[in-house]
């Protein structure tokens, strides 16, 4: 099972600063990582896939990047909308999909 | 506008069973594959496992191999999740998606189904 493991925990940014999420991998991945991005009481949405490919709809201050096993969300300019969790999943392979434990970026 | 309708809260007892249900609509439901994800209280999203509906193929988690069944109804273009055993630390929010065509992420999610199981 390969392990996804994000970092921080918890990322304490002022609005309209960049943020920067790490996601790593137990092993290679290639560019098979999403990003999702999930509100309190909501669903995940899908942000980003093929570690760099914004999913329909998603605004350009998000973007991706990395390969193998070390990957970057980057969100250019916080808005108040941002400030909730978000995770990455690899599809490497086979199964299982797994999920890191999630970044909360929280308003410093 | 592709939706994914889950069924609502369930409380269980230990050792009890639910089945959780997830209506496609918009989309032809046979040609994307369906994925199952339970978040617990607090925590990260753990995936279960998938179904196709073209074919009833499916594929578990080996954690939850002994005790989930994935099935779908495409009469009613539906899938469902059914859990046994349940126990305390299956309280959980349960969620359906729909796996994107281009490869194994989920592009489409439901809104959940909470079960919490007490005694």
């Known amino acids: 099972e390969i392990v996804m493991t994000q970092s921080p925990a918890t990322l304490s940014v002022s609005p309209g600063e960049r943020a920067t999420l790490s996601c790593r991998a137990s092993?290679?991945?290639?560019?098979?990582l999403a990003w999702y991005q999930q509100k309190p009481g909501q669903a995940p949405r899908l942000l980003i896939y093929?570690?760099?490919t914004r999913a329909t709809g998603i605004p350009a201050r998000f973007s991706g990047s990395g390969s193998e096993t070390e990957f970057t969300l980057t969100i250019s300019s916080l808005q108040s909308e941002d400030f909730v969790v978000y995770y990455c999943?690899?599809?490497?392979?086979?199964?299982?999909?797994?999920f890191g434990q999630g970044t909360k970026v929280e308003i410093k | 506008q592709v939706q994914l309708v889950q069924s609502g809260p369930e409380v269980k007892k230990p050792g009890a069973s639910v089945k959780v249900s997830c209506k496609a609509s918009?989309?032809?439901?046979?040609?994307?594959?369906i994925h199952w994800v339970r978040q617990a209280p607090g925590q990260g999203l753990e995936w279960m496992g998938w179904?196709?509906?073209?074919?009833?193929?499916?594929n578990y988690a080996q954690k939850f191999q002994d005790r989930v069944t994935m099935t779908t109804d495409t009469s009613t273009s539906t899938a469902y999740l059914e859990l046994r055993g349940l126990r305390s630390d299956d309280t959980a929010v349960y969620y359906c998606?729909?796996?994107?065509?281009?490869?194994?992420?989920?592009?489409?999610w439901g809104q959940g189904t909470l079960v919490t199981v007490s005694s």
């Open positions: 998606a729909r796996e994107a065509k281009l490869a194994v992420f989920f592009d489409y």
């Open positions: 918009d989309y032809t439901f046979d040609r994307y594959d």
């Open positions: 179904i196709s509906p073209y074919n009833a193929n499916s």
């Open positions: 092993q290679s991945v290639s560019s098979n």
């Open positions: 093929g570690a760099s």
């Open positions: 999943q690899h599809y490497h392979s086979w199964p299982p999909w797994t």
